[in-house]
């Protein structure tokens, strides 16, 4: 298919570590990109290819792939990584681009 | 560092043509590197792509979009644009430029975006 599919909604308690995933056909040729958005702001670059972050991008956010399946993993997440987080991927042809439906995250 | 700007029309009327401009500054938009996008998100709602374009003009459109979508560069200006026709209050949405980049670690290759404008808001109304 040619779909990313996450789930709607994700919450943590604060300093523990959880999971976003996105599942597609495509994630089996193209690894996930990541984006981390916050209310009123536009997509920031979280982690892309097999484990880079941007500068500013902290280390406790890390990738990884099985299958159809990649995810974003927070290792002790913290008040401020509250917000929607997005994979991209290209889609099979390698011409067209993908978007997950978002994953919001609540930090409790 | 590169930077993106988004620029035109904040309201349209149903039935026109949404246009909008992407200038970049700080970086070159002639490397053959790096593909130029618009994505649009619409209110309260996920990304959506909507196309993209190289410095040689090549274009590709998401297809659910295609039939209305033109997008073009001009390298001397170091800005590309998006022209989508007969809008309809559908197409009311934040719409982003972004470079987009591509990558490779065997067995995978990937993209990224990277950077974004600070998004620009089109309404459609009457």
């Known amino acids: 298919s040619s779909e990313l599919t996450q789930d709607p909604a994700v919450s943590v308690a604060l300093g523990q570590t959880v999971k976003i995933t996105c599942q597609g056909d495509?994630?089996?040729?193209?690894?996930a990109t990541w984006y981390q958005q916050k209310p009123g702001q536009a997509p920031v670059l979280v982690v892309f290819g097999k484990d880079n972050r941007p500068s500013g991008i902290p280390d406790r956010f890390s990738v990884s792939t099985s299958g159809n399946t990649a995810s974003l993993t927070i290792t002790g997440a913290q008040a401020e990584d509250e917000a929607v987080y997005y994979c991209n991927s290209r889609d099979i042809t390698g011409n067209q681009v993908l978007f997950g439906g978002g994953t919001e995250l609540t930090v409790l | 560092q590169v930077q993106l700007q988004e620029s035109g029309p904040g309201l349209v009327k149903p039935s026109q043509t949404l246009s909008l401009t992407c200038t970049v500054s700080g970086g070159s938009i002639s490397s053959a590197d790096y593909y130029w996008t618009w994505i649009r998100q619409h209110p309260g709602k996920g990304l959506e792509w909507i196309g993209n374009?190289?410095?040689?003009?090549?274009?590709y459109y998401n297809p659910s979009l295609k039939s209305r979508v033109t997008i073009s560069v001009d390298t001397a200006k170091k800005q590309f644009s998006l022209m989508l026709t007969s809008v309809t209050v559908a197409d009311t949405a934040v719409y982003y430029c972004?470079?987009?980049?591509?990558?490779?670690?065997?067995?995978?290759?990937?993209?990224?975006?990277?950077?974004w404008g600070q998004g620009t808001l089109v309404i459609v109304s009457s």
């Open positions: 374009i190289f410095y040689s003009g090549t274009t």
């Open positions: 495509s994630l089996r040729l193209y690894s």
């Open positions: 972004a470079r987009d980049r591509t990558g490779h670690y065997p067995p995978y290759a990937y993209n990224w975006f990277d950077p």
